[in-house]
């Protein structure tokens, strides 16, 4: 990966692009920051995974470089090895102790990249699961009492080869002195993960026989259990407490669907690599399309199910409770609790057709969910009563909500559209307007019968099963008095992705609610927090790749905005989106980063009627270089209207063929001038006024003046003048060429 990103800036937004050496498979940027303040970037390549920490302090140079660049030559000496001597101790064990500079990189645009770290596994990394907590420092990182996650990084991969690892790291970077050790120069393969050179430890997940779909982890929430599930929550980690274990639950496409979930210990020691066999595992009607863990009721899984439902899976409920029989902490079957179902697709031709499921993510701290439609709708569901407005209907559950309306459909809270759909949602508006569908005649031939099919599908819903995106979730830092923020990023995947960032998830729920009661604000106007903003000119960075996925990236500190603040004021509208948005490309990352003015479209066109001009007199935008010194008054009659006048005043004029062939006084423009006139020749010929300056100073030749015609003269003048009145009004008509004949 190179250090030093490509920007480009637009109108919108700046971009960096950082160019990878590798094609990249998935990116997730992890919740916890580095010790030194540093924002720690994981992402999957061909060979394997590559952590990147992004700016905080920087780390110090190494002592060696130092001393190699200050070593003097000249007092080397040399030693003579004899064979009585003992031989040379062994090595001790590298302990890496990084220093870092006094101060962070705050002020560098974008931060800067620390350190790297390439992690061998031999093979590619599809996909990387990290912990749905909130962004937090690593002090503040002890999440459902984890204190493991104040020194460690804790994040899952699945590989090309259907292995599954869960990954521990250190939370601070290496140093340059732990990069250059003289064992890792040995061997190409002495730096490759499992082997404890890092301080990393590997958890190998059997039981797949085909390669991974997804993957999503979280914590065990360690309770007190009774009978013979206590065995197994006896196992107490290096300092007498309990050890923090963490599940993980992948899905694949054997067989019709297979869900399994896996419990780990995080209490291994660096450079040991273990194998587990699955606790679960649920067979399944249809592949899954997504999973991920709760990040309030831990043990609840929240599944994809394309085109049919999103599901909400609890792997601690047994399924069947009389014949439960395991002898572990969970069930051998857990039970789904909850279906969520989609709209249905608007089509003449298959009218019971539901919308495909993009993607779908807790929301709400694991209240709500989230939910992306092919055709670029969206919803929330409220699932546990989550709403901020009190007019709402209250939870699915509840009551007083509906739940489920006519045709099986779950009820939304609130929902629309992104921006820049609206092909998806009309699909006959793109037919073809050649064949059937115009009413003319077409012979049934074989090639006539595959248009049909072809434009019959490609304007009916079978489309939308082939169009990509996700959902990315943003838990920005919390205050220890109120609950977390959360930012949310929607996208459709292509060639020109679409984009939409949600910035506080729970300001945008409250002015939608108001707005469906004719109160609130529209999707697309009033201030930040309480509006979609769609993002644009993505391709700049891109650099025609197309965009295979979307990150959300928190910004330290960012978008602490308080629950009682007014959702309509405009006061955080100059701070600018909590979040930086990341774009996966196939060989490329670019991270966006907004500056757009957030105020509405209609207030930015007002302003900018009302703004007034500053320093016009100053402008030179029609001159083409520096201007010559003139006197402080020039004055030119041209006027042909007093004919007589001109006629009685007139007087002898040297003759125009003999005028130009005299030496004439130098009228040679400053060396920029005539730089710039060979750059452009085609300005020279505006050059002809300084000669006419300069002819109106040559004093009248007798002789010549006898021999002109005058009134000749005054009637070339003349049908100039009648040309060019022409020519100036047909300039809006296009261009028209005046030729002048000499005479």
Wanted: with cysteine.
């Amino acid at each position: 990966m190179k250090l030093e990103p490509r920007t480009r800036r637009t109108a919108q937004n700046i971009q960096h692009t950082y160019s990878l050496d590798s094609r990249v498979y998935d990116v997730k940027t992890y919740p916890v920051q580095s010790p030194q303040g540093a924002t720690i970037l994981i992402y999957g390549h061909t060979n394997g995974i590559q952590l990147v920490w992004r700016g905080g302090r920087r780390l110090k140079p190494s002592k060696q470089a130092e001393k190699q660049n200050g070593s003097n030559l000249d007092n080397a000496v040399m030693i003579i090895d004899s064979d009585d001597e003992t031989p040379a101790p062994s090595k001790k064990t590298f302990v890496d102790k990084p220093e870092f500079e006094e101060t962070a990189t705050t002020n560098t645009s974008p931060p800067e990249i620390i350190q790297t770290l390439d992690l061998a596994l031999g093979t590619a990394v599809h996909h990387i699961a990290v912990l749905p907590m909130p962004s937090c420092t690593c002090e503040d990182a002890a999440w459902n009492g984890a204190e493991i996650l104040k020194e460690k990084l804790v994040f899952a991969v699945t590989c090309g080869n259907a292995d599954v690892y869960v990954v521990t790291l250190p939370l601070t970077p290496p140093s340059h002195e732990s990069k250059e050790r003289p064992e890792l120069q040995q061997s190409l393969l002495a730096g490759n993960a499992g082997k404890g050179v890092w301080g990393e430890t590997l958890t190998l997940l059997g039981g797949q026989t085909r390669s991974s779909e997804g993957v999503a982890i979280t914590l065990a929430r360690n309770r007190t259990a009774s009978g013979s599930r206590s065995r197994s929550l006896e196992r107490t980690g290096i300092h007498g407490h309990p050890a923090t274990r963490a599940i993980v639950s992948a899905h694949s496409r054997e067989a019709s669907g297979t869900l399994r979930l896996w419990d780990v210990t995080l209490d291994a020691k660096p450079g040991t690599l273990t194998r587990l066999e699955p606790f679960q595992t649920e067979y399944l009607p249809h592949p899954l399309n997504g999973i991920s863990f709760n990040p309030l009721h831990l043990t609840q899984l929240l599944a994809v199910d394309s085109p049919h439902a999103v599901r909400v899976f609890d792997y601690s409920v047994p399924a069947f409770p009389s014949d439960d029989t395991s002898d572990g902490p969970f069930p051998n079957q857990g039970s789904w609790l909850l279906s969520l179902y989609p709209s249905f697709s608007r089509s003449s031709a298959m009218a019971t057709v539901r919308k495909p499921i993009v993607a779908a993510e807790w929301i709400a701290h694991g209240r709500a969910v989230i939910v992306l439609l092919a055709d670029g709708q969206w919803g929330i569901w409220d699932i546990d009563g989550a709403s901020p407005s009190t007019n709402s209907s209250g939870s699915l559950l509840s009551k007083a909500s509906a739940g489920l309306r006519g045709s099986a459909i779950t009820v939304y809270s609130v929902h629309g559209h992104l921006e820049g759909t609206s092909p998806l949602r009309n699909p006959g508006s793109q037919r073809s307007t050649t064949g059937p569908s115009t009413g003319e005649f077409v012979p049934m031939t074989p090639h006539t019968r595959r248009d049909a099919i072809a434009a019959t599908i490609s304007s009916g819903p079978e489309k939308l099963v082939a169009v990509r995106g996700g959902i990315a979730i943003a838990r920005l830092t919390a205050r220890s008095s109120e609950p977390a923020n959360e930012s949310v990023i929607l996208w459709l995947g292509g060639a020109d992705p679409i984009v939409s960032v949600i910035p506080v998830v729970s300001k945008f729920w409250e002015s939608q609610l108001r707005r469906a009661a004719g109160g609130g604000v529209s999707l697309w106007s009033g201030s930040q927090p309480t509006r979609m903003i769609r993002l644009t000119e993505l391709n700049a960075g891109l650099v025609g790749e197309r965009c295979t996925g979307v990150t959300a990236i928190a910004k330290p500190g960012a978008a602490r905005i308080r629950s009682d603040s007014p959702s309509e004021s405009g006061s955080g509208s100059s701070e600018g989106l909590p979040v930086e948005v990341l774009l996966q490309g196939e060989y490329r990352l670019v991270i966006v980063h907004e500056t757009e003015d957030n105020t509405s479209l209609m207030t930015r066109l007002i302003g900018a009627r009302k703004k007034a001009r500053v320093n016009t007199d100053s402008t030179k935008a029609i001159i083409a270089f520096p201007r010559p010194e003139k006197p402080h008054s020039v004055a030119f009659n041209l006027s042909v209207s007093r004919r007589g006048n001109q006629m009685m005043n007139l007087r002898p004029r040297p003759s125009v063929k003999n005028l130009f062939s005299e030496p004439l006084p130098s009228t040679e423009a400053p060396e920029e001038a005539a730089s710039f006139g060979q750059q452009r020749p085609r300005d020279a010929g505006l050059m002809f006024i300084k000669d006419l300056n300069n002819a109106a100073d040559v004093p009248d030749d007798e002789s010549e003046a006898e021999n002109r015609d005058i009134e000749q003269e005054m009637m070339d003048i003349m049908e100039i003048d009648r040309e060019l009145e022409q020519l100036e009004n047909g300039r809006d008509r296009g261009t028209r060429r005046v030729f002048f004949e000499e005479g």
